[in-house]
């Protein structure tokens, strides 16, 4: 296993522990409401408490799921026997106890909340202790801001709450308008999904708690909310259900949880290949500025410079520094050992343009006609005096001559494996090989860019780009 599947692995294993405990703090928070709903004067402050942390379980849950989705290699192969059944058992769960919950504190409140005091208590006792056991707080402490806090108050004040928050028909009333009032989809995101599918689950169970047919509502409920979504997701809900065909809720719910486990794929693939991307960039400039900053060692005396920076190697002569080269095994044209003459790409000579080191340069000698005249005897014949300067003539000026050299008939394959017959010229004294323009786009080959100057016979020049 590599370091990389390691440490996923690892990862899962956390993710998957810590959704476990998740599950287990909800457990215990619905085995806590099932005790004290039964008790004639339950603790509504710790109640209270205990619910706005037990609120956050859903977003927690959400987060570890997504991770373990990700991580998981066989998501797709997963999802219909394992993840999906996950995720509905806890948010069926939690739905429901959040309902109930919500339920029991707005709607049930025990027949005598506060212990009545004896005719010693202080004034003031009683309403002051009924505001500590219902911990009040928005809504309801307004609805008892405007009472004194005193003994007489009492009555008043529990009549006012119960009054308030006992009304059903505003409990269905507000959650008939969160279903109305859930955010429109502005483009396609598997959160975006996600908390609109929430939303409608969570409503829908609180107003099955208050008794209402909710059952009965589909056509409704699917009108509501395919008008929240974006254009891609209704495009995608209206090409996958049957026009003639009567739509239900579980169809649009399943269609939801599709949607989200799709785009919930697509945007993991995405982040891991930009993320590779960003990585093997970091990778190939660290490794430019690890070669920027080498410095290369001398080959002639080892010190801590190029050789062509060489003091003693620039004292030598051209042809000790010829001789210098070959003996170290230096290519001759640039002056390094890593490679050969033939495989190198620098420019030649910047003197005579041949493919050497300016360097190793030979300057060319000035021809000494007055020693060959002075060993001229004055009274040779005129003859022999015009023969002498023709040969003299000869002797430096470029002799032109004809070469010929072989050729061949080769089948050569193109990139696809297919072969083509071609005809290649054969010259042994040739450091490079070389093909056509027509040849290259016949072949379809592969090419990189470069700028070298090739010099030919007679010391023909042309620049090539590739």
Known sequence: MSKQNKKESERLQTEQNKRTTIKNHLTRFSAYF?????????????????????????????????????LD???????????????????NMFHALMAEVTHFLNTKAPDNPVDHQDSASTSGSRAGN?????????????????????????????????????????????????????????????TG??????GLQKHLNALEVLERPTKHWDDI???LLTSKFDNATRRSWENKINASEIRTLSQ???????????????????????????????????????????????VFCNNEHNIYHCESFLKLTPSERLNKAKGLRLCINCLNNNHSTK???????????????????????????????????????????????????TCHSPAKSQILLSTAMVKVADKNGNLHD??????????????????????????????????????MHKNINY
Request: glycine content about 2%.
């Open 34 to 70: 099932n005790t004290i709903k039964t008790q004639d004067q339950p603790d509504l402050t710790e109640l209270n408490a205990r619910l706005v942390r037990a609120e956050k379980l859903i977003d927690q849950f959400e987060e570890a799921q997504q991770i373990i989705e990700n």
């Open 73 to 91: 290699s066989k998501c797709d192969e997963n999802y219909r026997t394992v993840h999906e059944p996950e995720r509905c058992s806890f948010e």
């Open 130 to 190: 009924l505001l500590h056991s219902l911990s009040l707080k928005g809504e309801a402490a307004e609805t008892i801001s405007s009472l004194q806090i005193c003994d007489a108050n009492y009555e008043v004040a529990w009549s006012l709450i119960k009054e308030r928050f006992e009304n059903k028909q505003l409990l269905i009333n507000f959650h008939i308008k969160s279903l109305f009032d859930l955010p429109a989809l502005q483009q396609e995101s598997h």
């Open 193 to 198: 999904l996600r908390q609109l599918l929430n």
């Open 221 to 223: 409920l699917i009108y």
């Open 252 to 298: 649009l719910t399943e269609f939801l949880k599709d949607k989200c486990r799709m785009l919930q794929t697509l945007e993991t693939e995405t982040k891991q290949s930009s993320n590779k991307s960003n990585s093997n960039f970091k990778q190939r400039e660290k490794t430019k500025t690890f070669l920027t900053n080498t410095t290369k060692q001398c």
């Open 343 to 393: 495989q190198c790409h620098s420019s030649g000579c910047k003197k005579c343009g041949k493919v050497h080191n300016t360097l190793l340069h030979f300057p060319k000698q000035p021809v000494q006609q007055t020693s060959v005249e002075a060993d001229i005897p004055i009274d040779i014949p005129q003859a022999n005096e015009t023969s002498s300067n023709y040969s003299s003539l």
């Open 422 to 459: 071609c005809r290649v010229l054969l010259d042994s004294a040739s450091q490079s090989n070389f093909i056509s323009q027509r040849l290259h786009n016949i072949l379809q080959l592969p090419k990189t860019k470069t700028n070298t100057s090739i010099f030919g016979i007679a010391q």
